[in-house]
DNA sequence: ATTTCAAATACCGTATACCAAATACTTTTC
DNA sequence: GAAAAGTATTTGGTATACGGTATTTGAAAT
């Protein structure tokens, strides 16, 4: 049936839809992500009605995918006035990155005791393309070796819970990371630190892997708290 | 009008009535939580329109408590077979552990550094009420009396966030718990740990207890590790 | 008796209609 | 003219209807 003389079926690609709920929950996450939110001067609202006029479909799956960010704590609906974008405080961007640093700290423990040499090595690979004396004038490239780094840690872990919860963190704290890498010397800071951080996991240092990180991450919650008063 | 003549207005007491959704997700969720999912023999099938009937409301706000739930992870939707509360496999039990040791041993770290006295006493105090030596005999007092010392350090830490993130964790661990704690010796044991975290915590000293709480928990883990070949 | 195919049923995803509540605007009265 | 009340519009919550697909069951043929 497959075959039928020369002629192949051709396997259609499957499209992969996989459903309206979803495509609208990937949407709408999408474009909270990349909204900076911290530079808007006032809250965002979203109109249910609106979304489903712009997405082309009806309001049910607009609604499901907005109850999933809701409990993700990207939006937040108030009864009858709207669904809002939200902004954290500094409090509760302070509380974020307490846990991020919590569980960052034990995947970075748990890659030096348990990962191979070969992830090891991929971690610390991932700056042999930033030269430190260009650090400043390639502030985005660093960026993105920044968010590696961390994501390589975590792989090394093992531990897949921690990925998921890391990443709707990572999500969270994308504007203010971006906010502070911009102040003075906090790249070289971290960059120094990123090594130590790589020596200790490749002396199999559990302990000093998992207090580097740690404070890697609370001193960024420091910083926004020393520095970030604009903030709600 | 709110005063007539010798009638005073009698305020209803309101009921509560948050919405259908919320009240049939906590019902729901109440309803996973109390049933030992670990002793069933086979999977929990939930039937949509059934729990519409028993719950009296229309699909939709069931439809979104089970995607809520879902997104927590208590329940699997498979698309056109059912909606099945999730057994989490061991693996799954021991990475969620190792999470729970990362969010509490921080939570610890905190309260060491920044709690109250009067936090701190609060914790110590939560096992006054168990004699030692009657401890086998007590197992469900005990058993209670552990949840609450948990949840002080995390309350003495002042981060609610870790607080959230714990509680639903606790909710999925309840079971596994339960098998746990009856293996011979882990109460001792655990009560003897429970003594040192809270010296640890008197005296101030955040590394240690960070370090104590997070190896009692991963304790639990290497546990489940060993002796619950049994579950998946 | 077993296997296969087709029809029917069950169920999920989606759309839509309806309702209640809240806000805003207009009208009326003082 | 201002304030209050009522009405209208907006919007989120809930119910329900519809369509498509998967699963199951029954019948027929080998």
């Not at 965002?44 to 609604?63: H, K, M, W």
Request: net charge negative; glycine share 4%.
């Amino acid at each position: 049936m497959a075959d039928i003389g020369r002629h192949k079926l051709q396997v259609k690609p499957l499209e992969s839809t996989a459903s309206l709920k979803t495509a609208a929950y990937v949407a709408l996450k999408r474009a909270i992500a990349e909204m900076d939110i911290y530079d808007q001067s006032q809250e965002v609202r979203l109109d249910e009605r609106q979304l489903c006029d712009a997405l082309g479909v009806s309001r049910t799956p607009i609604r499901e995918a907005l109850a999933l960010l809701e409990q993700e704590g990207f939006v937040r609906s108030q009864p009858r006035r709207g669904i809002f974008i939200v902004r954290k405080t500094r409090a509760e961007i302070i509380e974020t990155i307490v846990v991020w640093a919590a569980l960052e700290g034990m995947a970075a423990r748990m890659a030096a005791e348990r990962a191979s040499d070969e992830a090891i090595r991929d971690i610390a690979a991932t700056f042999d393309d930033i030269p430190p004396e260009s650090l400043n004038e390639r502030l985005d490239e660093y960026s993105d070796a920044n968010v590696r780094f961390h994501q390589a840690i975590i792989r090394a872990s093992g531990c897949t819970l921690i990925g998921e919860l890391v990443e709707n963190i990572v999500v969270h704290m994308r504007g203010v990371r971006k906010v502070a890498m911009r102040h003075d010397g906090r790249a070289e800071q971290s960059l120094a630190e990123h090594r130590e951080i790589i020596q200790a996991l490749q002396n199999r240092d559990g302990d000093r892997a998992e207090k580097l990180v740690r404070e890697h991450n609370l001193g960024l919650a420091r910083h926004v708290e020393e520095h970030c008063d604009d903030l709600d």
